[in-house]
T-cell receptor, first 113, second 115 residues
Framework: QKEVEQNSGPLSVPEGAIASLNCTYS??????FFWYRQYSGKSPELIMS????GDKEDGRFTAQLNKASQYVSLLIRDSQPSDSATYLC?????????????FGTGTRLAVRP | DAGVTQSPTHLIKTRGQQVTLRCSPK?????VSWYQQALGQGPQFIFQ???????QRGNFPDRFSGHQFPNYSSELNVNALLLGDSALYLC??????????????FGPGTRLTVL
């Protein structure tokens, strides 16, 4: 069983719509959750971090966390063609020995003009 | 404020050779993590360095080794290169420890091609 699962997509939405990206994880002791955006050929860029159950908003982005369901999501409002990229979900278990990130395979988002 | 830097940008090697990749963390950060990202996959954790010691290691063979210097910069060494080592190698820096909220920031990566 994969530790972090994402639908690989592509998820296609029209410009101006809400894009909803989902991620599930298997390790209940995971403490920190991150969404990274990765354009083709580039490195991951942090979009959002979330640590507590509920919603966290930053501009057009909202991260949602439900630890009981082991589920984290990212909503992108008013999607723009420039949002077209692969979105990586990452989880981190806090250990005294280190803080590795475990990534999903990413969801490719395509925003149609 | 300089972000995470990596060198070189691209590298082409042949099977059996050895390679060294370099990373300088973001100003104020003291922890460096290395990831391997194969095409179409998410990054896979290789190892993490803090205080010049390897603190955590992922499921990678001993051919992968690293080092952290007193100025917090780091090197990733891969010996006896295999075709399967072709990937984007990412360095991420963070500040450790800071409870559960440490955020890792990635450098631009090094694209390694093994022929």
């Amino acid at each position: 069983q994969k530790e972090v699962e994402q639908n690989s997509g592509p998820l296609s939405v029209p410009e101006g719509a809400i894009a909803s990206l989902n991620c599930t994880y298997s390790d209940r002791v995971s403490q920190s959750f991150f969404w990274y955006r990765q354009y083709s050929g580039k490195s991951p860029e942090l979009i959002m971090s979330i640590y507590s159950n509920g919603d966290k908003e930053d501009g057009r982005f909202t991260a949602q966390l439900n630890k009981a369901s082991q589920y984290v999501s990212l909503l992108i409002r008013d999607s723009q063609p420039s949002d077209s990229a692969t979105y990586l979900c990452a989880v981190k278990e806090k250990k005294s020995s280190g803080d590795k990130l475990t990534f999903g395979t990413g969801t490719r988002l395509a925003v149609r003009p | 404020d300089a972000g995470v830097t990596q060198s070189p940008t691209h590298l082409i090697k042949t099977r059996g050779q050895q390679v060294t990749l370099r990373c300088s963390p973001k100003s104020g950060h003291d922890t460096v993590s290395w990831y391997q990202q194969a095409l179409g996959q998410g990054p896979q954790f290789i190892f993490q360095y803090y205080e010049e010691e390897e603190r955590q290691r992922g499921n990678f063979p001993d051919r992968f080794s690293g080092h952290q210097f007193p100025n917090y910069s780091s090197e990733l060494n891969v010996n006896a290169l295999l075709l399967g080592d072709s990937a984007l190698y990412l360095c991420a820096s963070s500040s450790f420890p800071q409870g559960g909220g440490d955020t890792q920031y990635f450098g631009p990566g090094t694209r390694l091609t093994v022929l």
